[in-house]
């Protein structure tokens, strides 16, 4: 144990119980309630629920916007760089974010757009404390990933395929998928954690005809990304993944500000919630107990709308769901608050995420969306996917090593795929090919958020019985909860070798990380190297293009 986290744990009281001694303290539910709090913040400067303004995410703009062949292209740029966030009241936080905002901007392009997404890396000189081993001498490595879109291997963010300081990489993405919610962050091998807590992560929308034609738009369209952070003292955010188990904060962002409120028309408005956590799942419903209108999952639009009252929400998933506020009488506060599931670690204040307060303000009723909630929505190709065409069934056991202490894939850890070469994988499906996944959580009663890249999948189960209500729909990453056997059917369509990993990011870390390769036969070369084929340039230019 090292110093720093000697110094947390002594701050938080948990110095003489130690790491393994609070399992006496467990909640009904399961959970885990070590203190009242994890921050090392006085009363003074920890933050109050329900005061900090509601703040829309930022908006990045194309630096060149031109055609080619028929096919828009816009250019953007962000430099990954050191910055400044107000969350607390009194306190500054130092952060790292895309134009060193956090939440990082948000890109949103009509479907059929090409972008080009320059990620400069200006983290010259910049460490994470603890964070040496797995760095670059000249400061933090980067490595990009677009969570949601299928791009080609070596613009997906292979953990490997490192932007050092002082060089950018140049991203390239057809967004030829449906609209959908989709998320850029940073995907470094044993420094994701740490970049993302940081604040390396940012939104990204496809829009298209189909969810214009029947969502809310415009400021009724509202994107928020979730995340949970505890501080020092000072300020400064604090780190502590209890032994690679996860990082559970106590205070609850939402775009960056604790608990917010925001003020709503009498009307229906469209929510796009990404879950950036490190690790914290949430289970959200209305104080009210009104249900939501859940409308789209990762991949975009459900098939049909689906009603409930509350959803479990992992790191990375991303829901979006319509409320209807015309209901309510103006001056009404309505709370969006978390009941949390098993296996979270949970403080005082994690039971609330943010507030609306009902306002008078005129609302435009010729506005077909105002108060309707659509019940058929749109299909999709996962959607209408059916098992019988799957040509393969394969078991991926999620668990940690009795023997090494590591999270890993049957058995396999990412550090198993840097020995190989690259080469090893953990499936190989044919091109084109569908193929039917079981995702088991075998051992200590953990859930992992299981992310496969490239795929829009469907859930056909979950421990033999139906999904739930809101995770059918077009999904990239599946809560597998403790004891859980979850079902995936889907089809491959990009030649090449892909990421699959756990979402609860020190998981990913350490080392819960594997790969496949589609089509493409052992050993063959691979035209879409993810780390040869598209390299990172030096980048000199100056900051805004
Ligand atoms: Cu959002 Cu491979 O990650
Ligand atoms: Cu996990």
């Given at each position: 144990m090292d110093l720093t986290r000697r110094s947390v744990l002594t701050a938080t009281g948990l110095g003489a119980l130690g790491v393994m001694g609070y399992t006496g303290l467990t909640r009904p539910l399961g959970n885990e309630v070590l203190t009242k709090s994890a921050s090392g913040l006085s009363d003074r400067n920890f933050p109050r629920a329900y005061r900090a303004a509601f703040r829309p995410l930022p908006r990045l703009a194309p630096y060149e916007v031109g055609w080619d062949d028929g096919v828009r292209v816009e250019k953007y740029a962000v430099s990954a760089r050191v910055g400044t966030a107000q969350i607390l009241p009194n306190l500054s936080t130092p952060v790292i974010g895309y134009n060193g905002s956090v939440p990082g901007p948000t890109i949103s392009v009509e479907r059929g757009t090409r972008v080009h997404l320059k990620v400069r890396n200006r983290l010259y000189g910049v460490q994470h404390p603890e964070g040496l081993e797995h760095s670059h001498e000249s400061g933090l490595v980067l490595s990009t990933h677009l969570h949601g879109h299928a791009s080609l291997p070596e613009y997906?963010?292979?953990?490997?395929?490192r932007t050092i300081p002082g060089y950018a990489k140049e991203y390239v993405y057809e967004n030829d998928q449906p609209a959908r919610t989709i998320w850029y962050h940073d995907h470094a091998t044993h420094l994701t954690t740490r970049n993302v807590y940081s604040g390396l992560a940012a939104q990204y929308h496809i829009r298209d005809e189909a969810e214009r034609a029947l969502l809310p738009q415009g400021e009724f369209d509202v994107a928020m990304t979730l995340s949970d952070i505890m501080f020092e003292s000072d300020g400064r955010a604090r780190f502590d993944d209890k032994d690679h188990s996860g990082l559970w904060g106590d205070v609850v962002l939402v775009n960056g500000q604790p608990w917010p409120v925001m003020k709503v028309k009498r009307r229906v408005y469209r929510f796009r919630v990404l879950?950036?956590?490190?690790s914290r799942s949430y289970r959200p419903y209305l104080s009210t107990g009104d249900a939501v209108h859940m409308v789209a999952t990762d991949g975009g639009l459900m098939p049909t709308t689906r009603s409930v009252t509350t959803w479990r929400h992992a790191p990375a998933e991303r829901y979006e769901f319509l409320v209807d506020f015309s209901r309510y009488a103006p001056g009404t506060q309505v709370n969006l608050l978390n009941s949390s599931n098993p296996k979270n670690v949970d403080f005082d204040h994690t039971g609330k995420i943010m507030a609306f307060q009902v306002v008078d303000d005129p609302v435009d009723t010729s506005d077909p969306t105002w108060r309707t909630i659509p019940t058929s929505l749109v299909g999709s190709e996962a959607m209408s996917l059916t098992p019988s065409q799957s040509v393969k069934t394969r078991y991926l056991e999620l668990k940690k090593s009795d023997v090494t202490n590591v999270w890993n894939i049957n058995g396999t850890t990412w550090q198993d795929v840097i020995a190989s070469g690259y080469t090893k994988v953990l499936a190989d499906p044919g091109l084109h090919s569908v193929e039917m996944w079981d995702l088991h959580t075998s051992s200590g009663g953990w859930f992992h958020p299981l992310h496969i890249h490239l795929v829009d999948f469907q859930i056909v189960s979950r421990n033999g019985k139906a999904p739930f209500a809101w995770e059918r729909g077009p999904k990239d990453v599946v809560y597998v909860g403790p004891d859980e056997k979850v079902r995936v059917l889907m089809r491959f369509e990009r030649e090449g070798r892909y990421m699959v990993h756990c979402h609860n990011l020190p998981h990913e870390d350490h080392d819960m990380m594997g790969q496949f390769r589609v089509g493409l036969s052992a050993g063959a070369p691979d035209p879409h190297d993810p780390i040869a084929a598209a390299r990172p340039a030096i980048d000199t230019e100056p900051d805004d293009r």
């Open positions: 997906d963010g292979y953990a490997d395929d879950n950036a956590s490190i």
